[in-house]
């Protein structure tokens, strides 16, 4: 049995926040339209928690003001 070593589950971990961001970002644009560079860039700073939680009410956003909106409720 192999053991995972620290760094290669903080990779992990890396590769999964980016993997998530992506397609966040992905289904975002195609709901809302291009997004604008500051909200990716507020965007690319969550965490995983927070982009898991983005993820769950993504389908109930219909505006970028919406976005924003959620943002700033939920993103220190």
Partial sequence: MELMTSWERKGLEQGRREGMEHVV???L???LGEIP???EQRIDGLSTDQLDALS?????LK???DLEK???HNVQ
Avoid: I, M, N, S
């Fill in 29 to 31: 644009r195609e709901r």
């Fill in 37 to 39: 560079a500051l909200l």
């Fill in 25 to 27: 970002l992905r289904l």
């Fill in 63 to 65: 505006t970028r003001a």
């Fill in 70 to 72: 959620w943002l700033a």
């Fill in 56 to 60: 769950d009410v993504l389908l109930k």
